[in-house]
């Protein structure tokens, strides 16, 4: 936020405010959806299980944070405006962290069903690395965060890492996406009628979560770039970490719908980690419209949606 801008409350305090508690009524869902999960999915495999509560942990962090940048704002330093151009509360940089922990961690369980989708480790590995220097770029940014005297002095050295770090986030979640939905349109062409309408449920859901992770990079980014004397892209952010926990929640619970759609019990890939990748492909395919048969969802990495 540039110093010499006029102050506005409704543009900075006011949307960090609403951001927060848009934030914090999707934490709820993502608390109801966790324990959905759990409740519904005991025989899941303990990686997954570890996944999911590590996703939560975050989130949980992740909300005390934001709760106390918010309280810093509004009444620690209420009355003065001028402090919002100084060094913010270092809970932001650890809500930056926790965020991070958590679009990492979902975005590499849509990589890994990459992986056990096609069975082309090269694929994954590309964005694996893009992940990580997405990675190695957050962790620059809070330590930076950790150093500052004023918020201008930090835009002016890091804004474009800050600018980096969104737009590899965004480009990852859209080819992650588009890699995803031509996997599963290839199966699909290879699969019978009551297959077909299943995979084209999965099509849907895999758009649908996927591209609301990267519409909010999209989001903060455009808001950052063309309003830097607002929070309005910070108000974004405070959303952004719980988008992608309810995507991954979103992912893994469908799958009682799924159960339900032509009869077809899903069930984890992920529950066997050692299944060879590539598994759909094959005589029956590992999706068969057959009571009996488990449609072995690794429709979506070995773990299906």
């Not at 590309?126 to 930090?154: E, K, P, Q």
């Not at 609301?212 to 980014?221: D, E, H, K, V």
């Not at 959303?239 to 995507?247: G, L, M, P």
């Amino acid at each position: 936020m540039n110093s010499s801008a006029p102050f506005d409350p409704s543009l900075t305090i006011g949307a960090f405010q609403i951001g927060v508690l848009v934030s914090y009524v999707l934490f709820g869902i993502v608390t109801a959806q966790t324990y959905t999960y759990f409740a519904k999915f005991p025989d899941d495999s303990p990686r997954l299980k570890l996944l999911v509560s590590i996703v939560w942990v975050c989130e949980v962090a992740h909300a005390l944070c934001v709760g106390h940048v918010l309280w810093v704002f509004t009444i620690s330093d209420y009355g003065r405006p001028e402090t919002l151009a100084g060094a913010p509360p270092k809970s932001l940089d650890l809500a930056i962290l926790f965020a991070g922990i958590v679009s990492m961690s979902v975005q590499s369980f849509f990589t890994l069903r990459i992986y056990k989708l096609s069975g082309h480790l090269w694929i994954s590995i590309i964005i694996g690395v893009i992940l990580l220097l997405r990675l190695v770029g957050v962790v620059v940014l809070i330590v930076g965060g950790l150093r500052m005297t004023s918020l201008g002095n930090y835009e002016a050295q890091w804004g474009w890492l800050l600018t980096g770090v969104m737009s590899i986030g965004a480009g990852s979640d859209l080819m992650i996406t588009a890699i995803l939905v031509t996997i599963l349109l290839w199966h699909r062409a290879d699969g019978h009628r009551r297959t077909t309408t299943l995979l084209d449920k999965i099509i849907a859901w895999t758009i649908e979560t996927t591209m609301l992770t990267s519409g909010s990079w999209i989001a903060m980014l455009a808001c950052l770039v063309t309003m830097k004397d607002n929070f309005i892209w910070l108000a974004i952010f405070a959303v952004t970490a719980r988008v992608f926990s309810n995507s991954l929640l979103a992912s893994l619970n469908s799958r009682m719908t799924l159960r339900a759609m032509n009869e077809l019990e899903i069930s984890l890939p992920s529950v066997n980690w050692t299944a060879p990748p590539g598994a759909l492909r094959g005589n029956g395919n590992t999706i068969r419209s057959s009571k009996q048969v488990e449609a072995e969802s690794r429709c979506d990495d070995g773990e299906q949606p």
